[in-house]
């Protein structure tokens, strides 16, 4: 069955800077790869996606992510984090699914404190 | 463009009760999916509509169940609930096949 690790529960940085959130799957091909954020009280946004060709994705909010097959990851990295990014940060796989669509599953995420 | 609606935003119930939520996705999005949320499971795929159709499941038990309408409004059932179901229940909506869900605010549902 396929899974979604984010080995960081917590991770807490200094306004400014970089951050890097990592994201491990288990899955038997490639998969779509999905980092979303939610803030207190709602819904989940999208940050960026990954389907397939490059492997280094651009999102939204100045963040990015890099699908390394080799190592079954997708990490999500931003170069200088603003208090605004405090948030809990998702990680999802999409299985393939009938119709074409697809099954997320999502990781337990990571939650992001940011110190000014 | 209007985002994804989910109404009510919060709900008690008492266990034994039933609950419809209910969905209006993104104009022109056909596909309607619900998710599960609490702090022990974490985010859980219940089912996705496509054009009135349930597509995919997830593993639920038959109490939670769902259905679409013609104009892509989405409602979820939970009959004879229970205190484990509660839960932020989100809704997420996308034009379709492999397209990204953008996801609305959520019912908090509270079971006393």
């Known amino acids: 069955a396929q899974s979604v690790t984010q080995p960081d529960i917590h991770i807490t940085v200094s306004e400014g800077a970089s951050l890097e959130l990592r994201c491990n799957y288990s899955y038997g091909a490639t998969p779509y790869l999905f980092w979303y954020v939610q803030s207190p009280g709602q819904g989940l946004q999208l940050l960026l996606k990954y389907f397939s060709g490059d492997t280094l994705v651009q999102g939204i909010k100045g963040f990015e992510a890099e699908f390394k097959r080799s190592q079954s990851s997708f990490n999500l990295r931003k170069p200088s984090v603003h208090w605004s990014d405090a948030a809990e940060y998702f990680c999802?796989?999409?299985?393939?699914?009938?119709?074409?669509?697809?099954?997320?599953?999502f990781g337990r995420g990571t939650s992001l404190i940011v110190h000014p | 463009k209007a985002g994804v609606t989910q109404t009510p935003r919060y709900l008690i119930k008492t266990r034994g009760q039933q609950v419809t939520l209910s969905c209006s996705p993104i104009?022109?999005?056909?596909?309607v999916s619900w998710y599960q949320q609490t702090p022990g499971q974490g985010l859980q795929f219940l089912f996705e509509?496509?054009?009135?159709?349930?597509?995919n499941k997830g593993n639920f038990p038959g109490r939670f169940s769902g259905r679409q309408f013609s104009n892509s409004r989405s409602e979820m059932n939970v009959s004879t609930l229970e205190l484990g179901d509660s839960a932020l229940y989100l809704c997420?909506?996308?034009?379709?096949?492999?397209?990204?869900?953008?996801f609305g605010d959520g019912t908090r549902l509270s079971i006393l």
């Open positions: 509509y496509f054009s009135e159709t349930q597509r």
């Open positions: 997420a909506s996308s034009q379709g096949s492999g397209e990204p869900q953008h």
């Open positions: 999802a796989v999409g299985l393939h699914a009938s119709g074409g669509s697809y099954i997320p599953t």
């Open positions: 104009s022109g999005h056909r596909s």
